[in-house]
């Protein structure tokens, strides 16, 4: 399945991941994913499953 990756509540990027798999493992591809964008540093890291992933940076 593909959710969405955001940064500070905008979409960045979308990201491929199995329904069963792990948090962090889900965080990692996500920050792969936008690299190039994270700018600062990551404050919160914010994970509905199945849905959504949202990285907090300031």
Known sequence: ?????????KTRSTI????DEAK???LAKA????????????VKEIY???RIVNLVVK
């Open 16 to 19: 491929a991941i199995a329904r």
């Open 24 to 26: 962090d493992a889900v």
């Open 1 to 9: 399945m593909e959710i969405a990756v955001q940064i500070n509540g």
């Open 31 to 42: 920050k792969e994913a936008v690299a190039g964008r994270l700018t600062g540093t990551v």
């Open 48 to 50: 509905v499953p199945g």
